[in-house]
């Protein structure tokens, strides 16, 4: 009897006017999964963004215009793809990516960061064309790909430690609401909880009178890029193989664990295609997101024939987040540097934690992983190639060669 209410049911749907039938799609479930997974985007990278843009010596323009191209053509791709292809294909930034900027940004200049961006945007589409995007995710185990993003985020998350020292009261109600969190609920990321609380007490105890500077209102510009072979190699191949195997492969996974069948050639090269147009504008990436995917494509999204709405609903959140970028900057770095550095680690806790069970939970490729984490967490540079790219290489030497 179940089969034939459902078969009606859809057949009304699909009879609607668009506009019509993505209102009908609309229920408290999917808009409320929709808000948690663009919150979770906009809280704590967006503080790794400003670390990253720090380290780099941004200008406020440069900064502003990385915070737009990121958020607006993230939301944009999440807006898009679900409604093209009625399953909710999430869109966001790389968070994996912008730690890995973090620690390459001093070594080049802004139009040669551009072209790494372009780059990797480039190696992302080529890889959905062709269809080899499992072969090269296996190439290097993902073990050490694992274990080398654990290595880049553990400096953030070790942060947290002298930030509630610096500030304890808030640095202990945020650390406090994230472990009642945690406990009492899967629902709402113990993430976003801690963030919020975090704000709430900064707020309540600390004096924000001298608010952020202003920055007159500029429209985002078209940047011109540098291509250099350095780029390719140190920025813009591992900043691509990060986005395949921490945001697109997860994304992926989420919607086939929830009985989806994601077109994976489009979501890839989708994901390639709005990645270029996003790094024209400075920004490293707009991709399918794998643990905003995975909120909006899981059971508490509702029915799953309207899930895709949760996915439009983060999407146009997102957006609109890039669209006051202009505004949203001056606010947060106006903020105490310990807090920002505070939310940030806790913005990769959760990354820290699944990447280290990733890497070290197989007896295969243990020694292949350790040296994979220990270079990427020492952030030393040989012949301007930073510490991640020479984890994962010394880390795939090691697998293909002692562990094999």
Known sequence: MGQPDRYISEQDNESLPKNKRLLRD?????????????TLVMTGPALIILQAAAAGHFSDQQTINWMFAVYFFGGLFGIIM??????P????????????????TAHFTYPQLIGGYVMSGLIILLIGISGLFTKIIKW???????AMLAGLVTNYVVQIVPDVKTMPIVGGAALLSFFISTKISNRIPAVMVAVVVG??????????????????????????????????????????????SN????????????????????????????????????????????????????????????????AVVSGVLTLFFGVFAWKIVPFIQSLPEAFVSMLAGFALMGVLISSLQQGFSENKYRLSALFAF???????????????????????????????
Not at 211 to 227: C, D, H, R
Not at 261 to 273: H, L, N, Q, T
């Open 89 to 104: 294909i999430t869109g966001a930034h790389s968070i994996s990516g912008v730690a890995f900027l973090a620690t390459v």
């Open 374 to 404: 220990l270079i990427a967490l020492s952030h030393v540079s040989f012949f301007h190639i930073s510490a991640p790219v020479w984890g994962l290489v010394v880390g795939a030497i090691i697998a293909k060669t002692v562990e094999s």
């Open 26 to 38: 609309l229920t408290s479930q999917n808009v409320s999964s929709g808000f948690i997974s663009s």
């Open 82 to 87: 679900p409604l093209l292809f009625r399953i």
């Open 199 to 244: 704000f709430i007490t900064l707020f309540l105890t600390q004096d924000l009178h001298s608010a952020s500077k202003g920055i007159a209102f500029f429209l985002p510009s078209v940047k011109t890029p540098e291509f250099t072979w350095m780029g390719l190699i140190t920025l813009g191949l591992p900043l691509a193989m990060l986005i395949l």
């Open 247 to 310: 945001d697109v492969a997860p994304g992926i996974g989420a919607l086939e664990s929830s009985d989806f069948e994601p077109p994976i050639r489009k979501i890839v090269s989708f994901s390639g295609v709005f990645s270029i147009i996003a790094s024209f504008f400075g920004g490293q990436s707009a991709n399918i997101a794998g643990m905003m995917t995975a909120i909006c494509s899981s059971s508490d999204a509702g029915m799953k024939s309207k899930r895709y709405m949760a």
């Open 140 to 146: 290097v185990p993902k073990e050490v790909i694992a």
